[in-house]
């Protein structure tokens, strides 16, 4: 299935191609993909420790979080149709999906 060319996507397109030409220095693209790691680390324990704190929301709140990520899945699958073997665009996506899944295991394994 062929998307349409929009002026939106072209301008995303050309942010994650300025991206992947920014970081193609490998100390460059490693920092910034712990950066992502951990501020979705950071998120991840705080959905935890807001959802624990209210004991009311806790549905709604994993609800929003396989939400979140079922939705980085899809993109990822969008983003293999490309034929680039290193795209910064899937490590970004694959960093953020990461570092949200293990803040919340360790916020639960906080109350084990």
Known sequence: MKYQQTAFSRNILNIINRLDIWSSN???KYSLLII????AFFLGSSI???NGALSLMDPVGAF???ILIEIFIRFRK???NTKEVSSISRSIMD???MGLVYGL???GFKLL
């Open 26 to 28: 490998p100390w460059r």
């Open 36 to 39: 992502i790691f951990l501020f």
């Open 48 to 50: 935890g420790m807001i």
């Open 105 to 107: 295991f360790m916020e």
């Open 64 to 66: 929003f979080t396989v």
């Open 95 to 97: 960093s953020f999906r």
């Open 78 to 80: 969008l983003d293999g």
